[in-house]
């Protein structure tokens, strides 16, 4: 297929002379197609407009343009500071450039890409005045915990890691925090995107940001450290023990324990063994295991018991604390603290298609996270592929409907976008009302 063939519409039905067939993998021509028939443009531009492109008079006509938008280029080549004042100005600059990635940055005091501009006043005005909370997970992260895969591999057996970390930040943001819209994003490879997108959170400065993301931290070790969680105090705090009770817990001890074959061996079960400080309990425990008995039963399991008794068995608060450190150590959610801290840090668009995968990041229903499988999320050749087959679209239809791509649409638009809107024209008009009100006391004095 070549670019003509792409610009000049229909017929990119027919590639390759074959029955719907489109090649595995990422295509920088199939990238403009999905960019022009599918990439729900106006949709993502209503969502970081929050309200503000409507006609209501408290409307800032000036939000949406002090927005940034980043594009990598083939080559990595960067254009930063990007800005648009009107969807269909995105639009067209996403369909000109055909950005193999989109980043999404703050809402500026001035519009970025007149930056240079206002620096030349002497006043320092250009700076950060709005942005999501935003969390990053990499399943890299977790190398030191599971066996099935490492770096940026994904498959099954290590994948609900990142289930378990959706889990527990999605509650602890809505039941701890009260925020309500919150947009989960597979990253396109080997994670996963958090925004939080509530006025509240949007306008948190970064001293907020870091408050909240130390908040999660639990584990503070690094790759040479035997104990990598230290849960201090007489009892957890009471957002570690719901984590630990509704999530963690039973996922480490039904899932990982066997998927990862966890106690598998010597050097697996001794980097267990490496947490517990009482040498009397880890010398009995590798004496059990290194006499090698078989059992018809998993032996992770069996391990697993064993130790659990043991310290379960002696007096102190610290041995049953070490069964917790364990259970956090490999499963708690390990987040990248510094994309949450500071109101300047990108974070890749929804919606983008991975270039080394080809998948599509897609958002995520945190109330049907366990049946996420990255796998088998829409990618860019298999939306092409539905395209060919779906044949002609009616005018008013939308191009995704006949693709694997609707559910994803219609998940980001009914759950996400719709309920963040009414709460945002809302906020436009209780604030106006407010203002409006301040002016008629003012002026009746």
Same mark, same amino acid.
């Given at each position: 297929?070549?670019?003509?063939?792409?610009?000049?519409?229909? @017929?990119?039905?027919?590639?390759?002379?074959?029955? %719907?067939?489109?090649?595995?993998?990422? %295509?920088? $021509?199939?990238?403009?197609?999905?960019?022009?028939?599918?990439?729900?443009?106006?949709?993502?531009?209503?969502?970081?407009?929050?309200?503000?492109?409507?006609? !209501?008079?408290?409307?800032?006509?000036?939000?949406?343009?002090?927005?940034?938008? &980043?594009?990598?280029? $083939?080559?990595?080549?960067?254009?930063?500071?990007?800005?648009?004042?009107?969807?269909?100005?995105?639009?067209?600059?996403?369909?000109?450039?055909?950005?193999?990635?989109?980043?999404?940055?703050?809402?500026?005091?001035?519009?970025?890409?007149?930056?240079?501009?206002?620096?030349?006043?002497?006043?320092?005005?250009?700076?950060?005045?709005?942005?999501?909370?935003?969390?990053?997970? $990499?399943?890299?992260?977790?190398? @030191?915990?599971?066996?099935?895969? &490492?770096?940026?591999?994904?498959?099954?057996?290590?994948?609900?890691?990142?289930?378990?970390?959706?889990?527990?930040?999605?509650?602890?943001?809505?039941?701890?925090?009260?925020?309500?819209?919150?947009?989960?994003?597979?990253?396109?490879?080997?994670?996963?995107?958090?925004?939080?997108?509530?006025?509240?959170?949007?306008?948190?400065?970064?001293? +907020?940001?870091?408050?909240?993301?130390?908040?999660?931290?639990?584990?503070?070790?690094?790759?040479?450290? %035997?104990?990598?969680?230290?849960?201090?105090?007489?009892?957890?705090?009471?957002?570690?023990?719901?984590?630990?009770?509704?999530?963690? +817990?039973?996922?480490?001890?039904?899932?990982?324990?066997?998927?990862?074959?966890?106690?598998?061996?010597?050097?697996?079960?001794?980097?267990?063994?490496?947490?517990?400080?009482?040498?009397?309990?880890?010398?009995?425990?590798?004496?059990?295991?290194?006499?090698?008995?078989?059992?018809?039963?998993?032996?992770?399991?069996?391990?697993?018991? +064993?130790?659990?008794?043991?310290?379960?068995?002696?007096?102190?608060?610290?041995?049953?604390?070490?069964?917790?450190?364990?259970?956090? &150590?490999?499963?708690?959610?390990?987040?990248?603290?510094?994309?949450?801290?500071?109101?300047?840090?990108?974070?890749?668009?929804?919606?983008?298609? !991975?270039?080394?995968?080809?998948?599509?990041?897609?958002?995520? @229903?945190?109330?049907?996270?366990?049946?996420? @499988?990255?796998?088998?999320?829409?990618?860019?050749?298999?939306?092409?592929?539905?395209?060919?087959?779906?044949?002609?679209?009616?005018?008013?239809?939308?191009?995704?409907?006949?693709?694997?791509?609707?559910?994803?649409?219609?998940?980001?638009?009914?759950?996400?976008?719709?309920?963040?809107?009414?709460?945002?024209?809302?906020?436009?008009?209780? &604030?106006?009302?407010?203002?409006?009100? +301040?002016?008629?006391?003012?002026?009746?004095?």
């Amino acid at each position: 297929m070549t670019r003509e063939e792409v610009e000049n519409g229909r @017929d990119y039905m027919l590639i390759d002379g074959e029955d %719907n067939a489109v090649p595995d993998g990422f %295509n920088a $021509d199939y990238l403009k197609v999905y960019y022009g028939k599918l990439f729900p443009c106006a949709d993502m531009f209503k969502w970081l407009s929050y309200g503000n492109d409507g006609k !209501h008079p408290g409307c800032d006509q000036s939000y949406s343009g002090r927005r940034e938008f &980043s594009f990598t280029l $083939d080559n990595d080549i960067y254009l930063r500071f990007q800005s648009f004042n009107t969807a269909s100005e995105l639009e067209n600059a996403i369909k000109e450039k055909c950005p193999f990635k989109i980043d999404i940055g703050p809402v500026y005091s001035v519009d970025p890409s007149k930056r240079h501009a206002y620096s030349q006043g002497g006043d320092n005005i250009f700076t950060p005045v709005e942005r999501e909370l935003v969390f990053d997970i $990499d399943i890299s992260d977790y190398d @030191d915990v599971r066996y099935c895969c &490492s770096g940026a591999d994904v498959c099954l057996e290590c994948w609900p890691l990142m289930t378990v970390a959706i889990k527990v930040i999605d509650t602890s943001l809505r039941d701890d925090f009260g925020f309500s819209h919150i947009l989960w994003v597979y990253s396109g490879r080997r994670g996963v995107h958090c925004w939080v997108c509530d006025g509240k959170a949007r306008r948190l400065n970064n001293e +907020q940001r870091a408050a909240i993301a130390d908040y999660f931290r639990v584990y503070k070790g690094n790759e040479n450290s %035997n104990k990598k969680v230290s849960l201090m105090g007489p009892a957890l705090h009471p957002f570690l023990a719901r984590s630990y009770t509704d999530v963690l +817990q039973g996922y480490f001890e039904k899932r990982l324990l066997s998927s990862q074959n966890l106690f598998l061996n010597e050097e697996r079960f001794e980097k267990i063994l490496e947490m517990i400080p009482d040498e009397s309990i880890t010398s009995e425990l590798r004496g059990k295991w290194l006499s090698n008995k078989r059992s018809k039963e998993d032996i992770n399991v069996v391990r697993w018991e +064993q130790l659990k008794h043991l310290l379960s068995s002696k007096k102190g608060q610290g041995h049953r604390r070490c069964i917790e450190e364990i259970v956090f &150590s490999f499963t708690y959610p390990r987040l990248d603290m510094e994309v949450s801290k500071h109101m300047n840090h990108l974070l890749k668009a929804p919606f983008c298609v !991975h270039p080394k995968t080809g998948r599509v990041c897609i958002p995520i @229903d945190p109330n049907k996270c366990d049946e996420l @499988d990255p796998t088998a999320v829409p990618t860019l050749s298999k939306l092409i592929g539905d395209l060919n087959a779906g044949g002609f679209i009616a005018e008013g239809d939308n191009e995704w409907d006949g693709t694997s791509f609707v559910q994803c649409v219609k998940y980001f638009k009914e759950y996400f976008l719709d309920p963040l809107l009414k709460s945002c024209k809302e906020e436009i008009e209780t &604030s106006y009302n407010a203002k409006v009100k +301040q002016s008629r006391n003012s002026i009746s004095w």
